[in-house]
């Protein structure tokens, strides 16, 4: 590979990055301008966040009960099993819940966006709506957007709170008591590890709708190209999410001192 190649594939990396977060931009700006398409966002909402309760719920059912069930295994030799609920708690609450909430919504979610925007491009429906003077954005992009921004959070409490709950029924085997298991989340847990929760899946959510809405809305090559669109949203909200994951954390971090 020579160096033509590679500064052709770094303008090509950029330009996209920068379209990236034009697209961000200008969706986010759009968020307080009317008209505000109140039936368009509850209908999204019902789709992508709804929709996604059962997944999220079951990832979050058996995640709970495989952290409680090492949880156990490590504490039992050191007779401390009563703080396995603690450890589920705060390690769903801060991490696992945010993250797996997240990854299963971008998969199930993020390529239903961006084939439904997809198709919709290739048959040439978005042409059509910005020869009527729509603006694109407004009308596809931030319904979807602001869908994300509120079911995504609602998502991971669900999904926190039943990995609680499955943590609970696994350690019941272990003879421990409702509250035993309940005096364990606050000595591991403080009010800034709930914030962290809750900030975390905004963000995913953000970006699992900007990734999708802009990959669907660049899709080319008709009915083969939204499948390959489709992937490729996954595919990038997935590793998003997780590198971003790494840098809000270590933010909290330096806040918490």
Same mark, same amino acid.
């Given at each position: /590979?020579?160096? @033509?190649?590679?500064?052709?594939?770094?303008?090509?990396?950029?330009?996209?990055?920068?379209?990236?977060?034009?697209? @961000?931009?200008?969706?986010?700006?759009?968020?307080?301008?009317?008209?505000?398409?109140?039936?368009?966002?509850?209908?999204?909402?019902?789709?992508?966040?709804?929709? $996604?309760?059962?997944?999220?719920?079951?990832?979050?059912?058996?995640?709970?009960?495989?952290?409680?069930?090492?949880? !156990? %295994?490590?504490?039992?030799?050191?007779?401390?099993?009563?703080?396995?609920?603690?450890?589920?708690?705060?390690?769903?609450?801060k991490?696992?819940?945010?993250? !797996?909430?997240? &990854? /299963?919504?971008?998969?199930?979610?993020g390529?239903?966006?961006?084939?439904?925007? =997809?198709?919709?491009?290739?048959?040439?429906?978005?042409?059509? /709506?910005?020869?009527?003077?729509?603006?694109?954005?407004?009308? &596809?992009?931030?319904?979807?957007?602001? +869908?994300?921004?509120? +079911?995504?959070?609602?998502?991971?409490?669900?999904?926190?709170?039943? $990995? %609680?709950?499955?943590?609970?029924?696994?350690?019941?085997?272990?003879?421990?008591?409702?509250?035993?298991? %309940?005096?364990?989340?606050?000595?591991?847990?403080?009010f800034?590890?709930?914030?962290?929760?809750?900030t975390?899946?905004a963000?995913?959510?953000?970006?699992?709708?900007?990734?999708?809405?802009?990959? =669907?809305?660049?899709?080319?090559?008709?009915? @083969?190209?939204?499948? @390959?669109?489709?992937?490729?949203?996954?595919? !990038? $909200? $997935?590793?998003?999410? !997780?590198?971003?994951?790494?840098?809000?954390?270590?933010?909290?971090?330096?806040?918490?001192?």
């Amino acid at each position: /590979m020579n160096f @033509a190649t590679i500064d052709k594939v770094l303008l090509i990396f950029f330009q996209e990055l920068q379209n990236y977060f034009s697209l @961000a931009g200008r969706a986010f700006v759009r968020i307080f301008r009317r008209p505000f398409y109140y039936r368009e966002f509850t209908i999204q909402f019902d789709k992508l966040g709804f929709a $996604s309760l059962f997944i999220c719920t079951l990832t979050g059912l058996f995640s709970g009960m495989v952290m409680a069930l090492q949880s !156990l %295994i490590q504490l039992k030799p050191f007779a401390a099993t009563s703080y396995v609920g603690g450890m589920v708690a705060i390690t769903m609450v801060k991490e696992l819940g945010p993250v !797996l909430a997240a &990854l /299963m919504v971008a998969g199930r979610v993020g390529s239903a966006i961006t084939a439904e925007l =997809g198709t919709m491009v290739v048959t040439e429906q978005v042409d059509a /709506m910005r020869v009527e003077g729509t603006d694109i954005i407004k009308r &596809l992009v931030v319904p979807r957007l602001k +869908a994300m921004l509120l +079911a995504l959070p609602l998502l991971t409490i669900v999904t926190d709170l039943v $990995s %609680i709950f499955g943590g609970y029924i696994m350690s019941a085997g272990y003879n421990i008591n409702p509250v035993m298991y %309940i005096s364990g989340l606050p000595q591991f847990m403080v009010f800034q590890d709930l914030i962290e929760g809750v900030t975390k899946p905004a963000i995913f959510g953000a970006i699992i709708a900007i990734t999708a809405c802009y990959v =669907g809305l660049n899709t080319k090559g008709g009915a @083969a190209g939204v499948g @390959a669109a489709a992937k490729q949203a996954v595919v !990038l $909200s $997935s590793v998003m999410i !997780l590198v971003c994951d790494f840098f809000i954390s270590k933010i909290f971090v330096v806040f918490r001192g």
